[in-house]
């Protein structure tokens, strides 16, 4: 069983910068395709950005270009750089672990944590 934990959340000004991290218990982080999405008030969760076993990351057009997300293998921990914050961003942020092998597929999901930009 595989569980992710968040962090980083909290308020900021319109601009400012946070980091999320999400750290997973298990073996299987390695393999894994790493994502964070978010849930806005009122609004259906959406992707924000993916990065695969070998560090080929996505990112949705919304944050390209201020958002980065990263990832430490011997730590078991995915980040996600948010800078250049805007009011559009506020939501909760989950993070998401999706794995597959010849044998056997998972995908788990985090608490989530908030994320709240003030104007």
């Known amino acids: 069983q595989v569980q992710l934990v968040e962090s980083g959340g909290g308020l900021v000004q319109a601009g400012g910068s946070l980091r999320l991290s999400c750290a997973a218990s298990?073996?299987?982080?390695?393999?894994?395709?790493m994502g964070w999405y978010r849930q806005g008030p009122g609004k259906q969760r959406e992707l924000v950005a993916t990065?695969?076993?070998?560090?080929?990351?996505d990112y949705a057009d919304s944050v390209k270009g201020r958002f980065t997300i990263s990832r430490d293998n011997a730590k078991n921990t995915v980040y996600l750089q948010m800078n250049g914050l805007k009011p559009e961003d506020t939501a909760v942020y989950y993070c998401n672990l999706d794995f597959r092998t010849k044998v056997t597929r998972g995908n788990y999901w985090g608490q989530g944590t908030q994320v709240t930009v003030s104007s």
């Open positions: 298990g073996s299987i982080f390695s393999i894994a395709t």
């Open positions: 990065i695969t076993s070998r560090s080929s990351t």
